[in-house]
Each structure stands twice: as C-alpha cells, then as structure tokens.
C-alpha cells in the first residue's frame, strides 16, 4: 500500500469541496447567488442591475429554467430571483426561498427592464459580475472560477472583499495529484465515516430527482423515453436514471442535487448508474460508497484540466467516472478499469457543450452508452491504444490529452458555439 495520509486527506477534501447541493442547473444559480449576495452588500432593494457574464455563463444560462420562477429562463431571471427572494447564506440553494408575491415582482422586473447584461471579455470561462444600484449607493459582487467563490466585493467603490488569487493556483496544483491508481487505492483505504455524508446525500438526493424525473412531466423525457422503448435490463435502466434526472432539472425541478465538478448533470451522471447497478448486482453498501469514492473522484481528475466549463461537454467525463465505479464494484482490475477510460474517451471525447438545455438528458445517454461500451470491451482485453487518435501510451496521458484538446484546443469551437446560440 503506498498512499500516505496526506494524500487520503487531500482526496477526501475534493469529495467534500465537490459533492456540495444546488437547486437547479449551476449557471443561473451562480448568478442569482451573486444577485442575492449584491443585494445583502447593498442593505436595501436595488433599483437597477448591471451584469456581466463570461460566453459560457451566458451559454449556459439561455436556454435553461431557473427554478422557482414558474418557468422564466435567461439572466434576467436569474438575477431578479436571487436579487428579490434569493438568500445568499444558502450559497447554491439560493433560490429555496423564493415565494410567490417575490414572483409577480420578478416578473414585473422583467417588464421594467430593471437589469441590463453584457458580455464579459474574461480569461476565465466562469466569471459573472453584477452591479446592483439604489439611489446614490452601488455593490458589485465578483463569482469567478467556481459557482459560489466570491472573488471581489466592491460597495460604493471601497472594496471590502478580495480573493487570493494564490489560493485558486494551489487547487488547481493539488487536484493535479489526482491519478487512477491512487483513485482505487483511496476507495479501497479511506476510512468512509471520512466521506459517509457526503455520498449519503448524493444517494438521496439525486435518487429521488432521478425518481421525479420518472414520474413527471419534464422535459423531453428522456429517461421515460428510454424504459418505454428499450427494454429494461440494467444498462437502459441506469441510463434512464441519468437522463431523468437531468429532465426534471433543466427544465426547472427545484429539488436539490449534488453535484460534481460543478455540474449537476454531472453529478447525477457520475453517481446515478452507479446506484442502479449497485442494486442489480446487490453489492453491500459500503461497497457502494466505496465505488462512489471511485466514480466522483475520476470524474474530478478529468475535469482538472478542462475546466469547469469549455465547449467539451461534461457528461463525458462523468460517464466515464461512472463506468469505472461500475468496474471497481465489479471487483474488475486496475488494468481493466484504466482501459474503460481510455475507451469511453476514445469514443466520445469530441461531443460539445451547446449550453444547458432539455437535450442533456440525451448527451448523458450517448455518454453513458460509449462508457458501458468501453467497460464490455475493457473486460475482454479490447480497446484503443497508443497513436489512435488522441489516445496516448497509458491513461494518465489519455486523460491530459483530453484536458489539452478541451481546454486549448476548444477555445475557438466554444466561441462559435455561443455566436450560433446568440444569432451573431
């Protein structure tokens, strides 16, 4: 055994920096956390707000509904609830407060026209800004890098919050320690009272949206669809659980999930398959958190280098994370498990992120079936090696490559991806 303690400490803090509950999709939550945070710095209603938002904030919020806003979608939206009825010690609950008489005066905000947005030209794909004004007193409120991190707190014009920007290097150098086999030993190792909350919450949590998402109307219905037309045995059924979750959730279910790399798509993938073939296969449940250990922390290690947000679409990542739980409580070796990944990515490492919308439900299934494909072929030697296309010698070098391609690589993809959505 060569994990040390450090390690088995610093794996454990990114499950419970990263397993954190949001209502709705992530985006327009981050932007009416920032609203509702603007408005405590300000002490007052504001009269009027100034936005401006990063291309794959405003991406991923147009097409998306907010929840607790009987259906309204876009900024404006986002920031008038979090503004009138958001808490914003809630962080990304910020919107489980929202109440009906804070509805009709969002609504009326939008007929005033009350918030103006622009873009916002930022190295950093996640960034927002909002200005909010009343009278002669003003608040800016800076979310950078992550859905909830509060970068800078400006209220009239004398800065009373600003980040360390050393300290968002330091994540990004630890998360960099992140590799397959320490992955499996630390699910193996880890003392789960370290971890049990956390994973008991994604359990319950995203099971029962998953079961919402079943038994509603959301959506396309994805997840509906597919038990209705595919049958089901195991693979259609944890797909299915998937896609539903994210039907009721892009279309503005308010019930919590918990996410994963920030993305509550991503959580659900990650974890919901996972849960489903725990129960076919009737494994104990602490061999389910253990896979859950596996599954969320290799999601975590691919989204190192591609970031939050990109034009690569998360779902690929998370599926990938989630066959390999599969793998690990299939009792499958570190081989097997290593070429799983290397396959799924092989497969569908090129699909993009168009923005949050009902048709994630979709990129879950086409993601989790290049996984489960990947898996079958792992388990019979098969798969795609050094020199196909951006597969490299080894996983590790796979999965750099992948970060490569969407972080770099991708930039001008994900800029002609928001020119198309916006009409320029």
Avoid at 167 to 184: F, H, K, P, V, Y
Avoid at 247 to 272: E, F, H, K, W, Y
Avoid at 339 to 367: F, R, W
Wanted: aromatic residues 4%; glycine residues 10%.
């Amino acid at each position: 055994m060569s994990l040390d303690q450090n390690t088995i400490a610093l794996y454990t803090k990114f499950l419970h920096e990263e397993l954190v509950p949001a209502m709705g999709c992530t985006e327009p939550i981050a932007i009416a956390y920032g609203a509702a945070y603007a408005r405590k710095v300000l002490g007052k209603p504001a009269e009027r707000y100034e936005v401006e938002c990063s291309g794959n904030i405003i991406k991923n919020v147009k097409a998306v509904t907010v929840p607790q806003t009987g259906g309204l979608k876009g900024i404006e939206a986002a920031v008038l609830a979090g503004a009138i009825g958001g808490d914003a010690d809630r962080e990304l609950e910020v919107l489980s407060t929202v109440n009906q008489a804070d509805l009709c005066e969002i609504r009326r905000g939008l007929e005033e026209r009350v918030v103006a947005v622009k873009p916002l030209d930022s190295t950093h794909t996640l960034h927002i800004i909002i200005h909010a004004f009343a009278g002669g007193d003003s608040a800016c409120v800076e979310i950078i890098d992550t859905h909830n991190n509060v970068g800078k707190v400006v209220k009239n014009g004398q800065v009373i919050h600003q980040r360390v920007e050393i300290a968002a290097q330091d994540d990004i150098s630890e998360r960099r320690t992140l590799n397959m086999e320490d992955i499996l030993e630390y699910a193996d190792r880890v003392d789960l009272t370290l971890v049990r909350d956390v994973l008991e919450r994604q359990i319950n949590y995203n099971s029962a949206i998953s079961r919402e998402g079943l038994g509603g109307k959301w959506g396309a219905a994805v997840g509906k669809t597919l038990l209705d037309t595919c049958g089901a045995g195991i693979r259609v059924r944890a797909e299915a659980a998937a896609a539903a979750g994210s039907d009721a959730r892009m279309s503005g279910c308010a019930m919590p999930v918990v996410i994963n790399s920030g993305s509550g798509n991503q959580g659900m993938t990650v974890s919901l398959p996972v849960i489903e073939y725990a129960r076919e296969l009737g494994v104990s449940h602490e061999k389910l958190l253990r896979a859950l250990c596996v599954s969320n922390l290799v999601a975590i290690h691919q989204k190192t280098d591609i970031g939050r947000l990109s034009a690569f679409c998360g779902a690929v990542s998370a599926a990938t994370g989630a066959a390999a739980g599969i793998a690990y409580m299939e009792g499958a070796s570190y081989a097997v498990i290593a070429q799983t990944v290397v396959n799924s990515l092989a497969n569908v490492g090129g699909m993009v992120c168009d923005g949050a919308k009902p048709s994630c439900a979709a990129k879950i299934v086409s993601a989790l079936e290049s996984a489960f494909l990947g898996y079958e072929l792992a388990k019979r030697g098969r798969g795609f090696y050094d020199g196909e296309g951006i597969v490299k010698a080894d996983v590790e070098a796979t999965i750099a490559s992948v970060g490569r391609m969407a972080s770099v690589g991708m930039r001008s993809t994900d800029r002609e991806i928001l020119n198309i959505m916006i009409g320029c």
